[in-house]
């Protein structure tokens, strides 16, 4: 188990373009969560995947914002036209299916840090 | 989704047992409170979890009164690798949980 994993780590881009970002969950999780942290706050919650049914969307996720999950694996969340209030931290986390005990624990990734110029 | 609060910081030394409490006066019956810990520029960690009593792990205590209003996670023996923000959270078991995280408790451990 290598837990999440978050690809890049870091992204630099000017206002206007698109990024895509991966989150690869922890093996055998069959919910994958994405969290957008801005500095000084806690995580806010953006949209939530069970397998790849995306089942939940934030209102903080407006339509230049988009996640899929393909094939339940991993998930990419992408960010078109870019503004700078979008620079964040953006956080994935996963969590094992429901009924095993570990129900409600999420396990998060490193994180991309988004800064838009 | 209840609502915690929670010291925004606290400050301690090595060595020194640390208890943070967090209130959610309006826990709901099928809730359970989550301890996450986040360092700078990482993603949060759990920590511990509990429903009622007391709960112990490796790394922390968990103490949660019979009204379940509010919880205290204890640090024993802190070392300034310690120094993160801790954050509360209450949620459901059954289905799946947004996570509602406040601003947490930043503590600061010093030599």
């Known amino acids: 188990d290598t837990g999440v994993s978050q690809n890049p780590r870091h992204k630099i881009t000017k206002r206007g373009q698109n990024v895509t970002f991966r989150c690869d969950p922890i093996?055998?999780?069959?919910?994958l969560y994405w969290y957008r942290q801005t500095l000084g706050q806690g995580p806010e919650f953006l949209t939530y995947?069970?397998?790849?049914?995306?089942?939940?969307k934030s209102r903080l996720l407006s339509d230049r914002f988009s996640a899929e999950r393909p094939k339940g694996s991993f998930s990419t969340l992408e960010i078109q036209r870019t503004e700078q209030g979008d620079s964040a931290m953006y956080l994935c986390?996963?969590?094992?299916?429901?009924?095993?005990?570990?129900?409600?624990?999420?396990?998060f990734g490193p994180g991309t840090r988004l800064t838009v110029l | 989704l209840a609502k915690t609060t929670q010291p925004i910081s606290m400050d301690s030394y090595e060595g020194q047992e640390v208890n943070i409490t967090c209130s959610h006066n309006?826990?709901?019956?099928?809730?359970?409170i989550t301890w996450y810990q986040q360092f700078p520029s990482q993603g949060p960690r759990f920590i511990i979890q509990?429903?009622?009593t007391k709960v112990t792990n490796e790394v922390a205590s968990l103490f949660i009164p019979a009204d379940r209003k509010s919880s205290t996670l204890s640090l024993p023996r802190v070392s300034l690798s310690d120094t993160a923000v801790y954050y509360c959270?209450?949620?459901?078991?059954?289905?799946?949980?947004?996570?509602?995280f406040g601003k947490g408790t930043m503590l600061l451990v010093s030599p």
């Open positions: 986390a996963s969590s094992p299916p429901l009924g095993r005990g570990e129900g409600d624990t999420q396990y």
């Open positions: 093996s055998e999780h069959n919910r």
């Open positions: 995947f069970q397998n790849e049914a995306q089942l939940e």
């Open positions: 309006n826990i709901a019956t099928n809730d359970y």
């Open positions: 509990g429903y009622k």
């Open positions: 959270l209450v949620g459901g078991r059954s289905g799946y949980s947004t996570l509602t």
